[in-house]
């Protein structure tokens, strides 16, 4: 008669611990919903990404500072859908159409969809150019 009770207290509880609330359906419901959305549009995204070359923009303006009065700030973009790998970067002091100095800045990697920034120090004076000329020497795809 005790072992009958026993067994059927263990099988009221073992019902009351698989029930769930309204709560738990809630959030379950609701991170199920998120994961597949999320799914969906990694999906989507690796099925219509078209990879492009990488677009390497240059900004450039000056930065001194009092141990390197003649340094520039170097800002480089990649708008473009691939890596840009080993990207020299060059600036050049113009006067009067004459180069007065190079200085060059490489950078490693720049990643889709990023910026990297960096600084050259020329030992003329940039403010005696005219203009300070920037481009992209080279990159690679990794």
């Known amino acids: 008669m005790e072992n009958d009770n026993k067994q059927e207290d263990q099988l009221e509880e073992g019902e009351h611990k698989e029930k769930k609330n309204w709560l738990e359906w809630t959030i379950f419901g609701i991170g199920l919903i998120l994961l597949l959305a999320i799914l969906g549009y ?82 003329n004076n940039p403010g005696k150019a005219d203009t300070v000329l920037t481009r992209v020497v080279s990159y690679k795809k990794p």
């Not at 001194?64 to 708008?79: A, F």
């Not at 970067?89 to 969809?113: D, H, R, S, T, V």
């Open 42 to 123: 990694l999906g989507y995204q690796t099925y219509t990404h078209e990879p492009t070359s990488p677009d390497l923009h240059v900004q450039s303006w000056p930065d001194p500072s009092t141990g390197s009065p003649n340094r520039y700030h170097v800002l480089v973009r990649n708008k473009g859908g691939a890596t840009a790998e080993e990207v020299l970067i060059e600036l050049a002091l113009m006067k009067n159409g004459k180069e007065l100095e190079k200085a060059q800045l490489q950078i490693p990697f720049a990643p889709q969809e990023s910026k990297r920034e960096g600084w050259v120090a020329f030992t």
